[in-house]
Structures are given as C-alpha cells and as structure tokens.
C-alpha cells in the first residue's frame, strides 16, 4: 500500500478490478451456455460471479491494508492472509467448507509465495537501465550459442 493510497482507496480499487473480471468471466459463462435470456444472462444467470469477484477484490485489499496497518509493515504475510480470506469466499461460493478451506490455503499460499518472491519483475526494476541492458545482452548471447 502506498503511503498517498488509503485502504478505501485501494480496497474500491480493487472491488471495482474484481467485478470487471467477474464480469469478463460472467460473459465468458453465459456464452456457453443454452437459453433463452440472450445477452441479459450475463447478469440473471451467471451475474453472481460478477458480486462474488468484486467481494473478492475488496476483501483482498481491506485485508491486506488492514495488516499492513495493524503491524506497521507491508510482506509476503500480509498478501498471504489476505489471499486466504479472499479465497475462502471463493470456497463460500460452492456452499461447501472443505472447498472454502482449500481455495483460503491455495490462494493464500499462491500470493504469499509471489509476494515473498517479488513478484514477477522485482528483480529487473532493481537493477538500473544500463544493467537490464547488460543481463539482456549476456541473454541472448547465451541463447545463440549452441
């Protein structure tokens, strides 16, 4: 979380990221499956992906910003607990317990690992140009040699 960034910032943010990709998948479901709604089934007859997204979203990032206030520090632990909790609403949607469980450890697990990893680009925004040039040169120098 950054320090210009408040929770409800952040936490709207995402909500509003995780509904527009519920309603991605929404469209997604709707469209393979048979009916009579047409278009409107995105929201009758899959729509509650779109909630439960957006829910997902908003929990992920209330939950991270909450620990990363409550502890006074942002890590891997904060994106770990806030995966979990996000993922158990995931499990929540399927009605059962051992799948909230499940989905809370795997999401969970996942972001704690990318977060304790530092993500996918940490390393090269680290080094500066002229060494991002220097290790894409050794790259590709690697790759041409048989």
């Known amino acids: ?14 909500t509003l990221g995780g509904a527009g990709i519920g309603l991605v998948l929404s469209a997604a479901m709707n469209s393979f499956q048979s009916h009579n709604h ?32 409550y502890r006074g520090k942002s890590d891997y632990i904060n994106s770990a607990t806030a995966g979990c909790a ?29 977060d304790y990893s530092g993500g996918i680009n940490a390393k090269l925004t680290a080094l500066s140009p002229e060494e991002r040039e220097q290790r894409r040169k050794e790259f590709l120098s690697r790759s041409e040699s048989p």
Request: net charge positive; charged share 15%.
């Open 1 to 14: 979380m950054s320090e210009t960034e408040s929770w409800q910032e952040r936490a709207a943010k995402y």
């Open 38 to 69: 047409g278009a409107m089934g995105i929201f009758t007859r899959t729509g509650s992906t779109i909630g439960y997204m957006a829910a997902m979203g908003g929990i992920f990032a209330g939950t991270e910003c909450a620990l990363a206030q």
């Open 86 to 114: 996000a993922g158990f609403i995931a499990g929540i949607k399927k009605r059962s317990f051992p799948a909230a469980v499940g989905s809370c450890l795997f999401i969970g697990g996942t972001m704690g690992v990318y």
